[in-house]
C-alpha cells in the first residue's frame, strides 16, 4: 500500500509564499510522474503542475512564472514552491502520484490567500 500526506499549506496574504510538500511512503519502488491539482468550492479539480521521471515539467498557465514543481526522489516528496500568490490561488490542493502499482491522491492542504 502507499500513502501521500500533504502538507505545507495556510493562510498567506497576497504576493506571499508557500512551499507545499508531499511525502510519499509505503511499498513502491520510485515514483514516475508527481503533479499538483487544486479545487475550490465552486469549481472541479484542475491542474496546476506537473513532473515526470525524467524531471520535465509542465504549468497551467495561470501559474506560470510563480510556482515550481520539484522532486527529492530519495526522500520521496514532491514539492510545490509558490511565490506571488493571489487571492485566486486559494483552494485545496492535492498531490498524485503515479508508481509501478498505480496512482495515488493526498488527502488535501488548505491554501487562503487573503489580507
Known amino acids: 500500500q502507499v500513502q501521500v500526506v500533504e502538507s505545507g499549506g495556510g493562510l498567506v496574504q497576497p504576493g506571499g509564499s508557500l512551499r507545499l510538500s508531499c511525502v510519499t511512503s509505503?511499498?513502491?519502488?520510485?515514483?514516475?510522474?508527481g503533479a499538483w491539482y487544486r479545487q475550490t468550492p465552486t469549481n472541479s479539480r484542475e491542474l496546476v503542475a506537473t513532473i515526470g521521471i525524467s524531471g520535465i515539467t509542465n504549468y497551467a498557465d495561470a501559474v506560470k512564472g510563480r510556482f515550481a514543481i520539484s522532486t527529492d526522489s530519495a526522500k520521496n516528496t514532491v514539492y510545490l514552491q509558490m511565490n506571488n500568490l493571489k487571492s485566486d490561488d486559494t483552494a485545496t490542493y492535492y498531490c498524485?502520484?503515479?508508481?509501478?502499482?498505480?496512482?495515488?491522491w493526498g488527502q488535501g492542504t488548505q491554501v487562503t490567500v487573503s489580507s
Open positions: 509505503g511499498t513502491f519502488y520510485s515514483i514516475i510522474d
Open positions: 498524485y502520484v503515479r508508481v509501478l502499482s498505480g496512482d495515488y
